[in-house]
């Protein structure tokens, strides 16, 4: 089918139950319905993840499709522990919370020797690195992946205290942190 003839609709954190029942009645029409992330991966961490089950529950055959996931990509060139990893979502917007959800996490790496897996919407990208530079022990490595797949691709890891050296900024672009403590 040409590009031009598609139907886009948003389903974001600003999607109101209603429109889930709207997009959920595309399914009924008995058309094909795909589900795309600008970012990342359709229902990882993602509003999608509504609407998969919403088929689900109503019996339609749900077929995910390979491409790209951020996550695994940026775990792939990380270097860190790709045998045991947990993907953690987003961290607590508000500051003291997140540098407890980030200390819980680094003592869990370092416990488990599990590299931890989080993302964050773009433009809090800054705070969240400042956080983790700020919380965890020099010699936690720590991974930023950003653009992953296009042209400003960058994947830059090493500890926290090269970081700190380094005073490095990730601006507004998709971003996957990975942290891996010693």
């Known amino acids: 089918m040409p590009l031009q003839e ?27 319905v795909g589900l795309l992330s600008e970012a990342g991966c359709p229902a990882i961490a993602d509003p999608g993840a509504a609407l998969i089950d919403a088929a689900h529950r109503e019996g339609f055959r749900v077929v995910p499709l390979i491409g790209p996931s951020s996550l695994i990509l940026a775990l792939m060139a990380s270097g860190l522990e790709g045998q045991r990893f947990a993907f953690c979502g987003y961290l607590p917007r508000e500051s003291n919370e997140r540098a407890v959800r980030i200390r819980e996490l680094e003592q869990r790496s370092r416990r488990e020797k599990e590299t931890q897996i989080f993302i964050e919407t773009p433009y809090r990208n800054d705070s969240v ?43 507004k672009r998709p971003a996957v942190f990975l942290l891996l403590a010693d």
Do not use: M, N, Y
């Open 129 to 171: 690195l400042a956080a983790l530079l700020e919380t965890c022990k020099g010699q936690t490595r720590l991974c930023v992946a950003a653009d992953l797949t296009l042209p400003g691709e960058s994947i830059s890891c090493k500890s926290v205290a090269e970081w700190r050296r380094a005073k490095a900024a990730i601006g």
């Open 6 to 32: 598609l139907e886009f609709e948003v389903l974001d954190e600003h999607s109101k139950p209603q429109d889930l029942d709207r997009l959920a009645g595309w399914l009924e029409s008995g058309g094909d």
